[in-house]
T-cell receptor
Framework: AQSVTQLGSHVSVSEGALVLLRCNYS??????LFWYVQYPNQGLQLLLKYTSAATLVKGINGFEAEFKKSETSFHLTKPSAHMSDAAEYFCAVSLSGSARQLTFGSGTQLTVLP | GAVVSQHPSRVICKSGTSVKIECRSL??????MFWYRQFPKQSLMLMAT?????????EQGVEKDKFLINHASLTLSTLTVTSAHPEDSSFYIC??????????FGPGTRLTVL
């Protein structure tokens, strides 16, 4: 079985500051990892995904994440926060090599302060 | 990118009535559709997986007689909440999986049962 832990249900950063959202996974086999963003009253939008190719994955809107097997982590970062980045972020894991069987983390609410 | 729509976006109903939510893949054929439930400030919980032309597979603890799922075509799945009660009030999100096995999420439906 696989699971995902997101440390910090709420993260606040100032506009222009570094964004770091933490995600740790547990998996008995090499996982496939995803980050999704959810704006209020909307569905989920895929930010990026790791599928065993490059460990540093670049996504949309300037976000990237690095897969670290030794730390079982897949933290999401963005060098400079923008007000429009304020949203809920979900880390998810899949064992199947696809997004068909996703297990989601509990989510992190990102607030960007002016 | 692939687009998934949901209708309605919001619905308010009286206790005891049934509500139908539609999920459509607009520009691709979805062999599999997923239905999720999301409580406020919480993550997505998978309710059921439906494949076109076959019965849905429900997750443990989800009442299949209460949450009726129909996947009659490759572009349409419906979720009917039967005899709705206030505890069924939630945000329901569908997703559709295409040929590349990625999940594309709908914008969600906010159900409020009075």
């Amino acid at each position: 079985a696989q699971s995902v832990t997101q440390l910090g249900s709420h993260v606040s950063v100032s506009e222009g500051a570094l964004v770091l959202l933490r995600c740790n996974y547990s998996s008995s086999v090499p996982p496939y990892l995803f980050w999704y963003v959810q704006y209020p009253n909307q569905g989920l939008q895929l930010l990026l995904k790791y599928t065993s190719a490059a460990t540093l994955v670049k996504g949309i809107n300037g976000f990237e994440a690095e897969f670290k097997k030794s730390e079982t982590s897949f933290h999401l970062t963005k060098p400079s926060a923008h007000m429009s980045d304020a949203a809920e972020y979900f880390c998810a894991v899949s064992l199947s090599g696809s997004a068909r069987q996703l297990t989601f983390g509990s989510g992190t609410q990102l607030t960007v302060l002016p | 990118g692939a687009v998934v729509s949901q209708h309605p976006s919001r619905v308010i109903c009286k206790s005891g009535t049934s509500v139908k939510i539609e999920c459509r893949s607009l520009d691709f054929q979805a062999t599999t559709m997923f239905w999720y439930r999301q409580f406020p400030k919480q993550s997505l919980m998978l309710m059921a997986t439906s494949n076109e032309g076959s019965k849905a597979t429900y997750e443990q603890g989800v009442e299949k007689d209460k949450f009726l799922i129909n996947h009659a075509s490759l572009t349409l799945s419906t979720l009917t909440v039967t005899s709705a009660h206030p505890e069924d009030s939630s945000f329901y999100i569908c997703s559709a999986s295409g040929p590349l096995n990625e999940q594309f999420f709908g914008p969600g439906t906010r159900l409020t049962v009075l």
